[in-house]
């Protein structure tokens, strides 16, 4: 959907720093994750370990540089689907881990991010539906 | 909280992307206010004002007066 130059503007500079620390993350990972393989003795890893979290800073940099870009209702928005969010993956934590005490078998702690991801996702399509 | 953005808009021969380029947010965020879906906030009301060049209690109406 067309928008405002400023707007269109904004939106590519994101993309591209997201994209930029998405590459520098994925450049990172691979060597940091062999180095550690070969060097499991070596003190260094518990620093070489924490590599890739430079470019997830910068990620996460990227994102609020363009939060404070967003005009009033983007902003808003995107604060609605994260407490959204926030609160449907507190209780789907909570639904795992109730079921666990009953007998389902633990899962990764990874799957709380794709929980998030996920509840973002529905909060997005919720607040854009509330404010078409 | 009704408003007269749209009537006002196309009075002028405005888009709404021509809108939103003056009072510098997206076209969803004037889509939304002309829709009655968003209420825009006290400094974003004044620059729509300043755009139209009318006083704000004449671009807003309070749903709530009686």
Same mark, same amino acid.
């Given at each position: 959907?067309?928008?405002?130059?400023?707007?269109?503007?904004?939106?590519?500079?994101?993309?591209?720093?997201?994209?930029?620390?998405?590459?520098?993350?994925?450049?990172?990972?691979?060597?940091?994750?062999?180095?550690?393989?070969?060097?499991?003795?070596?003190?260094?890893?518990?620093?070489?370990?924490?590599?890739?979290?430079?470019?997830?800073?910068?990620?996460?940099?990227?994102?609020?540089?363009?939060?404070?870009?967003?005009?009033?209702?983007?902003?808003?928005?995107?604060?609605?689907?994260?407490?959204?969010?926030?609160?449907?993956?507190?209780?789907?934590?909570?639904?795992?881990?109730?079921?666990?005490?009953?007998?389902?078998?633990?899962?990764?702690?990874?799957?709380?991010?794709?929980?998030?991801?996920?509840?973002?996702?529905?909060?997005?399509?919720?607040?854009?539906?509330?404010?078409? | 909280?009704?408003?007269?953005?749209?009537?006002?808009?196309?009075? @002028?021969?405005?888009?709404? *992307?021509? =809108? +939103?380029? !003056?009072?510098?947010?997206?076209? /969803?965020?004037?889509?939304?206010?002309?829709?009655? @879906?968003?209420?825009?906030? *006290?400094? =974003? +009301?004044? !620059?729509?004002?300043?755009?139209? /060049?009318?006083?704000?209690?004449?671009?807003?109406?309070?749903?709530?007066?009686?």
């Amino acid at each position: 959907m067309a928008d405002t130059p400023a707007h269109v503007r904004s939106s590519r500079q994101y993309i591209l720093e997201l994209a930029g620390a998405m590459i520098l993350y994925g450049l990172v990972l691979i060597p940091v994750a062999r180095w550690i393989d070969s060097n499991r003795a070596s003190e260094l890893r518990w620093i070489v370990g924490l590599l890739p979290l430079v470019p997830t800073i910068l990620a996460g940099w990227a994102i609020l540089r363009f939060f404070e870009r967003m005009d009033e209702l983007a902003r808003k928005q995107l604060t609605e689907a994260l407490a959204f969010a926030f609160t449907a993956s507190a209780l789907l934590v909570l639904t795992v881990g109730f079921l666990e005490t009953a007998g389902l078998d633990r899962l990764s702690v990874w799957w709380i991010w794709v929980g998030m991801g996920s509840m973002w996702l529905v909060g997005s399509g919720i607040t854009w539906f509330r404010y078409r | 909280m009704k408003n007269r953005l749209r009537e006002l808009r196309s009075q @002028r021969g405005w888009s709404q *992307l021509d =809108l +939103a380029d !003056r009072l510098d947010v997206s076209r /969803q965020t004037v889509n939304s206010i002309e829709n009655d @879906r968003y209420d825009p906030s *006290l400094p =974003l +009301a004044f !620059r729509i004002a300043r755009v139209f /060049q009318m006083p704000i209690e004449e671009l807003f109406e309070d749903s709530e007066e009686t």
